[in-house]
């Protein structure tokens, strides 16, 4: 086991850097950087100076002067070769320190911290509701196979799954966030303007009374794959041989059920519980957060990427995409401690 988790620890590095390599690549050759972006900005504010027969940086249809420009690729880093970049950007990165963001102005470790309550709560409550609904409503499905309650629960959770969640959230808008029908739920922020001065029962109520619409929007949709795989995978436990011989010798279903199925149709669904939980954190819907004026993660991705605030793009690509492979490794590890039939130390 410990050989097996150094050889994955150990490819993560190649892995990370591949990643990080390929994205740094890219934004070498994606137009409109932040160097561009100012030299335009001082261009047209220079333009207005000059009609005011003041003086400024822009020299008409010359642009910028070379040493302005000079002074502007030194300030984000572009003066520099890009392979030394690169170097430099690793070395920093692997002590967590991402650098500034241009367009916001403030570390990128402290501007990620301000996004994460937004997606934790979406993350979190989204995680808790998929887990604690789909699995006993899986099993119920598996044990009913083929009943009514199978039938309506199928059509109800494929119908939510049809349905994309900034579609769904737009409807619940409107009836019940004081469109065209109900005033119940409020339309933006995670709480209320006045949530400092409320008590703490008040404070969790008001969080709860915010977060309602957007959790049903982004849940619904993701109900219908953890219901299929949960009662696939119990039907087919159900269906094997020892199933029959544990209810030959009289068991009854109820232990049948939880006692020989549950363990050994529980493991393909528990075992990306790790990888989930720790993903959920750093959850983020652009779509949803835009809809319920939700200032999070995915808002904040899509901003970096269109303002071209590469720090904030890769710093957060570097520490995702870590996360992501220590999940994968949590969640292979799980097997075993679910399974201890399972073995990562090969065949014998």
Not at 27 to 45: D, K, N
Not at 261 to 287: C, D, E, K, Q, Y
Request: net charge neutral; proline share 4%; aromatic share 12%.
């Amino acid at each position: 086991m410990a050989l097996y988790i150094l050889k994955r620890l150990l490819l993560m590095i190649p892995t990370l850097i591949g990643v990080m390599l390929l994205t740094f690549i890219v934004t070498q050759f994606v137009p409109g950087g932040p160097v561009e972006r100012m030299m335009a900005q001082l261009s047209g504010y220079g333009a207005g100076k000059e009609a005011a027969g003041s003086t400024s940086l822009y020299q008409g249809n010359k642009g910028l002067d070379q040493e302005r420009v000079a002074q502007l690729k030194k300030l984000y880093g572009f003066d520099k070769p890009p392979v030394q970049r690169f170097i430099e950007m690793m070395r920093s990165y692997l002590a967590f320190d991402f650098g500034q963001s241009y367009y916001h102005h403030m570390s990128v470790v402290e501007l990620v911290v301000s996004k994460l309550p937004v997606s934790m709560s979406l993350g979190l409550w989204s995680f808790l509701i998929v887990y604690s609904v789909c699995i006993p409503l899986g099993i119920a499905k598996a044990v009913r196979d083929g009943s009514t309650f199978d039938v309506i629960s199928s059509t109800a959770i494929l119908i939510g799954y049809a349905i994309p969640g900034f579609v769904l959230g737009i409807v619940l808008i409107v009836l019940f966030g004081g469109g065209s029908f109900f005033n119940v739920f409020p339309l933006r922020g995670l709480v209320s303007d006045n949530w400092q001065e409320l008590s703490l029962g008040a404070k969790i109520l008001d969080y709860l009374w915010h977060m309602i619409l957007p959790i049903i929007a982004s849940t619904v949709g993701s109900l219908a794959v953890m219901t299929l795989l949960t009662k696939n995978s119990f039907l087919e436990e159900i269906r094997k041989q020892y199933v029959v011989t544990a209810r030959a010798k009289g068991l009854e279903e109820r232990q049948v059920l939880y006692k020989h199925v549950f363990r050994n149709a529980i493991i393909p669904i528990i075992t990306g519980f790790p990888g989930s939980f720790i993903t959920a954190f750093f959850t983020g819907s652009l779509l949803i957060e835009t809809i319920f004026s939700l200032d999070g993660m995915g808002l904040l991705a899509y901003e970096s990427v269109m303002n071209r605030d590469y720090p904030v793009v890769l710093g957060t690509l570097y520490f995702f995409t870590l996360i992501g492979l220590i999940s994968r490794l949590l969640s292979d590890l799980s097997y075993v401690l679910v399974d201890p039939r399972i073995s990562f130390e090969g065949h014998q």
